[in-house]
């Protein structure tokens, strides 16, 4: 019954590969969000979608791709992986778009690249 | 531009005493504005937020905090802290728009 959910937990890889990252909530949200955290645990936004529609996208390299098959689904693709890509990646929703919502964040996803 | 200040990096607070996490922001237009709570190697957890209304707004785990306008100040507090309390607290604010802004963080300590 977990609200958001993010697989992988850990993934460790090189420098130069693709990777994915899948994010799933439960919530019924209109909105989505993928942030990424540094090792000094500052939190950015980098994409946000509502109702499938891409709404935000930060300044972030074009090697992330987010993708979002349906309104339950934020997926984030990054390609030709980097060192400083390494960070913990968290997913979130929200009801809508609204500034007055809360979001629900995942669990997660802790990538580092070697 | 809009921006949020957690002027403290860590708070240290001995259990039954009370605790208050800083937070001050800058923003064009009212400011919606949000506490979130981070255990280690979790994701974040609301706490409470500010609308409208009310400047005290209560929230989880016995947590409140004030708004204050001329100020603009939004800081954290709680009568007695626990030492399950310790973890690291975000302030957050939106205004004019969609982007949530996040603070640098508190990392708060209670010692039993």
């Known amino acids: 019954d977990t609200a958001v959910s993010q697989t992988p937990k850990y993934l460790v890889t090189q420098m130069g590969n693709d990777k994915s990252i899948k994010c799933e909530q439960n919530l019924g949200h209109d909105t989505m969000y993928w942030y990424k955290q540094d090792s000094k645990k500052f939190l950015k936004i980098m994409f946000s979608?509502?109702?499938?529609?891409?709404?935000i996208n930060e300044t972030v390299p074009n090697r992330f791709s987010p993708k979002s098959p349906d309104k339950a689904h934020l997926n984030l693709h990054i390609n030709s992986l980097e060192l400083g890509d390494s960070a913990v990646y968290f997913c979130?929703?929200?009801?809508?778009?609204?500034?007055?919502?809360?979001?629900?964040f995942g669990p997660g996803t802790r990538l580092t690249v070697t | 531009a809009q921006s949020v200040a957690q002027p403290e990096d860590q708070v240290n607070v001995a259990e039954g005493n009370p605790l208050t996490v800083k937070c001050t922001y800058s923003v064009s237009g009212n400011p919606y504005l949000f506490w979130y709570v981070q255990y280690p190697n979790r994701g974040l957890q609301f706490l409470l937020k500010y609308i409208t209304g009310d400047n005290l707004v209560k929230g989880s785990y016995g947590f409140e905090a004030e708004f204050n306008k001329s100020q603009t100040s939004f800081h954290l507090k709680k009568p007695s802290a626990l030492v399950s309390d310790s973890a690291l607290y975000f302030c957050?604010?939106?205004?004019?728009?969609?982007?949530?802004?996040f603070g640098a963080g508190t990392r708060l300590f209670v010692k039993a």
């Open positions: 979608y509502n109702n499938k529609e891409l709404i």
């Open positions: 979130a929703s929200s009801p809508g778009l609204a500034g007055t919502y809360e979001q629900y």
């Open positions: 957050a604010v939106i205004a004019g728009g969609f982007k949530t802004i």
